[in-house]
């Protein structure tokens, strides 16, 4: 009977995997991680097998019902339970919750120690700027770097004041100078995200359950990196209103945690225009409609045949581009969006051929570009 048992857990354990990645589609969205799911990895390029885990780990059977519908039904119930993996969250104050990771990154002891500097360092020199010199020299198109500032560079306020001292380090501050000396343009919107917060009462740039900018943090970095593209640039009269935001990517397993904090945005305006939106890969025509924020809009070209302005935009980005794309597209004549594409395995040359862009922006959210 034992050895029935065995040989019964053995199949659960191979099909379970297989029959993930034959039923999972491929152009599936992570909602809670609100990135596409990781396609396969192309042989021979560096960082193969951890890549080929993710699309593993990503296709395993029944994954996202579980974690993104399972776990917080789970804890609304049996909230003591708080399944927190360290790795992920730490609980912050009045309901706010903070990306951890406790891996070489360790983005909360950035934002709340001095920590050494030295790998961080080596990654940038041998890492970082090469990768950006590789762009340089697939397009005459001027480079930007856009930083996403960590959340908790911004809110420290709300970091747990008896783990370290939040808001007194930034160590990503400690290396913009290098991106400069090397010649690249480096946008870093952290002064004007810090001075626009003050004037919202009960109102966040930043979801207070997520690791993300909202769409009213993403607008002034908008706002303030597009001076950088346009000469004498005017903004739009966006009217933004906020309501609350719920299952964001650092709850999918421990309760929705309370707070009084608006943080979920739309965002509209007189007149907004109509954009095509197509397949970047198959230039199949997905929609023709009036442009929405709050589609995310994932690995697509989008033409604004209205736009302001004529030029083509290759926005490069981790997840902290979405929100930008469609202020991008609302300005710009076309944007073509490489979403949550891996610096060093996503095969860029054949998107810069087709794309021919004008500008290209590479946006990263700040312990992206030091690790």
Do not use: C
């Amino acid at each position: 009977m034992m050895k029935i048992i065995r040989i019964f857990l053995l199949l659960i354990i191979f099909f379970v995997p297989v029959a993930g990645m034959i039923t999972t589609p491929s152009d599936l969205v992570l909602k809670g991680e609100n990135r596409n799911i990781t396609d396969f990895p192309e042989f021979g390029k560096a960082h193969f097998f951890s890549n080929l885990q993710k699309y593993v780990t990503d296709r395993i059977f029944y994954k996202v019902k579980f974690e993104e519908e399972f776990f917080p039904v789970f804890n609304n119930y049996f909230s003591f339970f708080k399944f927190d993996k360290s790795e992920i969250s730490i609980a912050g104050l009045d309901g706010w919750l903070f990306f951890l990771d406790a891996s070489l990154t360790n983005v909360y002891k950035q934002h709340t120690f001095p920590v050494d500097e030295k790998p961080y360092e080596k990654y940038v020199n041998e890492k970082e700027i090469p990768f950006l010199r590789q762009l340089t020299q697939l397009s005459n198109a001027p480079l930007y770097v856009i930083v996403g500032p960590d959340k908790h560079g911004i809110y420290p306020e709300y970091m747990d004041p008896n783990f370290g001292k939040p808001g007194q380090y930034r160590l990503f501050s400690k290396f913009k100078a290098v991106f400069e000396d090397n010649g690249f343009t480096l946008v870093d919107p952290y002064d004007a995200l810090r001075n626009a917060k003050s004037s919202l009462k009960g109102k966040a740039l930043y979801y207070t359950d997520d690791t993300h900018w909202n769409l009213a943090g993403a607008k002034v970095a908008f706002d303030y990196f597009m001076p950088y593209l346009v000469d004498n640039y005017e903004p739009y009269d966006y009217q933004l209103s906020f309501s609350k935001h719920e299952k964001g990517d650092l709850v999918r397993n421990i309760a929705q945690p309370k707070t009084g904090y608006l943080d979920e945005v739309k965002v509209t305006r007189d007149n907004l225009p109509v954009v095509e939106v197509y397949d970047f890969n198959t230039d199949k025509l997905l929609s023709n409609t009036n442009l929405n924020f709050e589609e995310p809009y994932f690995g697509t070209l989008i033409v604004n045949k209205n736009a302001k302005d004529k030029r083509t935009v290759l926005l490069l980005s981790d997840s902290y581009g979405y929100a930008l794309k469609s202020y991008l597209s609302d300005y710009f004549y076309k944007v073509i969006h490489v979403p949550g594409f891996s610096k060093y395995t996503h095969p860029l040359k054949p998107v810069f051929d087709k794309a021919k862009p004008d500008i290209v922006l590479l946006v990263n959210v700040e312990r992206n570009l030091t690790l």
